[in-house]
């Protein structure tokens, strides 16, 4: 039996436990944890090359064949995924040797990160709704405790907006999931798929996958149900909002792929256009938030709020071209919101302000962080050498293809308006007259750039070496668009 | 104010001991009859939490050696190891196995792995538990 799946998932559980032991050894948790990212990545490729070779791999926990037991199922989505986050584990890692005050690092950051981890994985790998209930739950434990941590006035008000919403949508997952279970019987997701495509997807069926819809928007701050996540996300500390903003709302759309077109996927011009019409909205509001701010962290949070609107009409348009695209942006869109998130504490730290009307002119001091929020800047909106361009382009193709010209026109929109709030941020921060504290009253940002160059030479190599991810996107796009593939690898035996 | 409360205290080292030796009962009788490791550490935990009532937690804090916060790394620890232990005997990630030995006093007793993995939970119970209850009693 291949034991390869389950170690991307066992690394940082593992590591975590450890951590939790070694109390106030700083250095040494950094180490293990960064040790950890890179155990993950190379796991994880293996598992991927593997994977695109012998096509799908299922693993049965405990040896009990589904549908009566767990599998953990890997795929060409989810492994891209793993390897992903893991990158973003170490990225953030690295940010926190200076961007992370010693008090937060003493209370056991890097272990609730492991346990983040974790659940981030396990959502990403696992086979069961259940079982991503649970992992949905360890994730955000362990996020409620970052979201606290450090125990300001701001932090101890958002958390509990942020504990209270997501309770609500737990509360709503698991009732959901108790319908789904008491029309089909079953909680695995291929078995699931075979029966409900037997019955053919009734009415009441495509209720329950609107009601999954909520509780996963939620999650992942699709329109209605965003108002918790501008809040939540610019109250902790740059390093925490960035593995947010990198790791949790894609967990959500994750969710929403996966269930959407490997469970409930015959009547698509029900629930996949009410994603778009969804999707479409959260465009908007995301555009409007993002130039409605002089907030810095304001901004960037409204554009998390957008990209998951353009992901998420990837779905919508339901062809290779939009799924392909939707995937090729959401790997995208993690590492690129990460390294803004990292940026932008960077950017306060020399500041000392998070307005954008109160400092100007970084770039003649700190030129290495101006050029790189330019990087950030262009890769976001999508501008050719990096690699939003790609995944916007097949997102704009998948549309055209599904007819769905106003989406395509909102998206285009969106993306403009995207491009003038972080634009906004250069030219009136980072250009113009030097208007800054006193040296002596800025921070250090030796070391808090790094972590992010590192995260757009990926964006780069992901814009030029499309050909190079290519087969393995195209890979993950075939198998959420023919789920036999996914089915049969898990109920083979 | 001193209240004088001999009775709270005799009884409760008397009860702590039979409360304690249920719950052992109960996490070893998990397998074939109600009981297991969560509600088994919860009623240790609810021992522990007793002496503290009667006594202090200064007290409570003497009994039990190691920070709380250890044990329940340390029950979290067997928990996933157990599950790794599998990979010894090429099998999946948590699978269990039993089989009957002949133990001295009990006889033919049918033991399984799982009872391994049901201490983890057993500790990491009684450590969030404790750990809760004594970081909001400390609270003044």
Known sequence: MNNLIILPLLIPLLTG???????????????????????????????????????????????????????LVADSFAILLVIFASIILVATTLFTFKGLDLERKNYYYYPLVQFLLTGVIGAFLTGDL??????????????????????????????????????????????????????????????????????????????????FLIVFGMKAAIFPLYFWLPGAYSAPPPVISAIFAGLLTKVGIYAIYRVFTIIFYHQPEVTHYTI???????????????????????????????????????????????????????????????????????????????????????????PLLGWSFLAAALSLAGVPPFSGFFGKLLLIQGGFLAEQYVFVGILLLSSLLVLYSVMRIFFLMILGEEKLPEPHQRGNVKGLVYPSIFLLALSFLMGMGAEVIYPFVADAASTLLNPESYIEAVLKE | MRTNDVILKTATQLVTFIIII??????????????????????????????????????????????????????????????IGAFVFDANFLSHTFGYFQLPLLGKTELATALLFDIGVYLVVIGVTLTIIFTIGEDQ
């Open chain 1, 17 to 71: 436990v450890i951590l939790l032991f070694l109390g106030k050894k700083i250095i040494l948790q950094k180490t293990l944890s960064i040790l950890s990212g890179i155990a993950i990545i190379i796991t994880s490729i293996l598992l991927l090359m593997d994977v695109n070779s012998n096509g799908v791999q299922a693993y049965f926990l405990g040896g009990w064949l589904p549908p009566f037991g767990i599998a």
């Open chain 1, 130 to 211: 259940f079982n991503l209930f649970v992992f949905f739950e360890v994730l955000l434990m362990s996020s409620y405790a970052l979201i606290v941590l450090g125990g300001t006035k701001t932090q101890l008000r958002e958390s509990i907006k942020y504990v209270l919403v997501n309770v609500i949508s737990s509360a709503l997952f698991v009732t959901a999931v108790a319908f789904l279970y008491s029309v089909t019987g079953t909680l695995n997701m291929a078995d699931l798929s075979a029966r409900i495509a037997e019955i053919n997807q009734p009415g009441l069926v495509t209720v329950i996958a609107l009601l």
């Open chain 1, 276 to 366: 778009g019409v969804l999707a479409a909205i959260t465009m908007i509001i995301g555009a409007i938030g993002a130039i409605a701010y002089n907030d810095i962290h304001k901004i960037l949070v409204y554009n998390v709020v957008a990209g998951v609107g353009f992901i998420l009409l990837g779905l919508s348009s339901f062809n290779s071209d939009g799924i392909f695209g939707g995937v090729f942006y959401l790997l995208h869109d993690m590492i690129i919101k990460a390294a803004l998130f990292l940026l932008a504490g960077a950017i306060v730290v020399v500041t000392r302000t998070t307005k954008i009307g109160q400092a100007s002119g970084i770039m003649k001091s700190y």
């Open chain 2, 22 to 83: 249920f719950s052992i009962y109960v996490f070893l009788a998990g397998h074939h009859n109600p009981g297991g490791g969560f509600i088994g550490g919860l009623m240790t935990a609810a021992a522990f939490i007793l002496l503290g009532l009667a006594f202090d937690i200064e007290t409570v804090k003497k009994i039990i050696p190691i920070d709380l916060k250890i044990i329940t790394a340390i029950g979290l620890l067997i928990a996933v190891l157990t599950g």
